[in-house]
């Protein structure tokens, strides 16, 4: 049974905060009360759809009906749920010593942006929203099938963060599906507010060098991983949704791959993995050949080499992490830095920094061309957590190549190697080619579908 008195109190604490407003109407006849936060309602729905209405009520019943069959409100049936409503967007209406909730939430970031993080040149440009609605809207319209499942979460202590789970009931594992709820019901974070934190919030292992879940902003990658029986997670207020379980393919797949003809998608994929291989082991090599085993080299290159290091007074292995230290913090800049300036800022203190330093002896001019390099391959990399992910693989191979030469790099990348495939995202093979035995023939199905 509701505790008016209760309510009466909870109703007066709230009313010290500026921004929640407490209105009294009567018409004459009857009197209604109203209670709701002015900055998460909407309040021009609320003077539409029952303030005017009210006005020419004359009866319990009218007003009643209005309520019920008109505006669908809930009756609030105990005093516990009455902040909770209000914190999520519902106006509180009292009548006749009744309380009802009317939802009329107050949306700002609803409209549908343009991907930013994730670029395409031929698929549809939109990326998600803030508003779990509108996220839920461009999903469901792509993905036009009755197994579309969606399930409501929330997650973390007070105020709690409201959480959708989607999968498609035909295709997921049951067994993945129910480890995941098992996560998100886990959770004891104080406070959850994006994508990335409930990510690290459902990491297996804290310490991991690449990430288990996908973050992505693109619905059309959304509806690509249900059609292979993947669980995508919607966070209310983050424009980026988690996706589980992935694979290491997924993390060098773009969706540009599959709306090229075969051959462009797979010399495409080829480049990719390419780059990844020039990142993580060209400055590893670069270390090995110079201070181990020059030998792999024509004479003549490595005497081009050798000349081309003849002013510089250090190891190798200084010039490296000297270099590698300055594009770390050019990379860092240009994501702080405000757009219009970070990339003008970026580019001409890369160009000084390195002419300055290769004219004052302090690296070579081989060693300007190999950061490049690793500069720009690194960014070849489609989905950006694995991109950040890869800039630190590469120093513990720098450490081995120091150490041991050429042996040690291969022992080194060797030893990433059997990391990455003992990795398993909710109990399946990280290391594998795509998700599901049948993963490009139902995602053909379903897009088209």
């Excluded at 942006?113 to 319209?141: C, H, W």
């Excluded at 379980?245 to 797979?266: E, N």
């Excluded at 630190?392 to 041991?404: R, S």
Aim: contains cysteine.
């Amino acid at each position: 049974m509701i505790q008016l008195e209760e309510i009466d109190r909870q109703l007066r604490e709230l009313s010290e905060t500026q921004d929640f407003e407490i209105q009294h109407l009567t018409n004459g006849d009857l009197s209604i009360g109203l209670y709701f936060y002015s900055s998460l309602i909407n309040s021009k729905l609320i003077q539409e759809r029952i303030s005017e209405p009210f006005s020419s009520c004359h009866s319990y019943s009218e007003m009643k009906n209005i309520l019920d069959a008109e505006l669908f409100c809930e009756q609030v049936l105990d005093e516990k749920e009455m902040i909770p409503k209000l914190l999520e967007g519902y106006s509180l209406i009292t009548f006749n010593d009744t309380f009802f909730s009317f939802y009329a939430p107050k949306v700002i970031n609803d409209k549908v942006d343009y991907a930013k993080n994730e670029a395409s040149v031929q698929g549809p440009p939109f990326a998600l929203t803030e508003d779990s609605y509108a996220n839920l809207n461009l999903i469901r319209r792509r993905y036009a099938s009755s197994n579309l499942m969606v399930k409501e979460k929330e997650v973390g202590k007070k105020p709690k963060a409201k959480l959708y789970v989607m999968y498609d009931k035909h295709v997921v594992k049951e067994t993945v599906l129910q480890e995941l709820l098992q996560k998100i019901d886990d959770i004891q974070d104080e406070f959850i507010q994006a994508s990335g934190q409930l990510e690290n919030l459902l990491s297996q292992k804290k310490f991991n060098f690449v990430p288990l879940m996908l973050v992505t902003e693109r619905p059309d990658r959304i509806v690509f991983s249900l059609s292979q029986g993947k669980i995508v997670i919607l966070v209310n207020g983050s424009p980026f949704a988690l996706i589980a379980p992935a694979v290491f393919y997924d993390f060098m797949s773009a969706m540009d791959d599959r709306y090229q003809t075969y051959w462009i998608g797979i010399g495409l994929v080829i480049l990719r993995y390419i780059s990844l291989f020039l990142t993580i082991c060209l400055p590893a090599i670069y270390i090995a050949v110079i201070s181990h085993n020059p030998e792999i080299f024509q004479v003549q290159f490595a005497l081009s080499i050798a000349g081309s290091r003849a002013p510089v007074p250090y190891s190798s292995f200084v010039e490296v992490l000297f270099m590698l230290f300055l594009i770390e913090v050019l990379i860092e800049a240009s994501i702080r830095l405000p757009k219009y300036i970070g990339s003008t800022a970026t580019t001409v203190g890369g160009l000084i920094l390195g002419q300055a330093a290769q004219e004052a002896g302090l690296v070579s001019s081989v060693m300007i061309i190999i950061t490049s390099t690793v500069a720009i391959a690194n960014f070849v990399v489609p989905i950006n957590e694995m991109s950040f992910a890869i800039r630190l693989v590469k120093y513990p191979l720098i450490v081995f190549a120091t150490l041991f030469g050429i042996l040690g790099l291969i022992s080194g990348a060797f030893c990433f190697l059997v990391y990455l495939v003992n990795l398993r995202s909710y109990g399946e093979p990280f290391f594998r080619l795509q998700f599901g035995e049948h993963a490009s023939t139902n995602s053909k199905k379903r897009i088209s579908g």
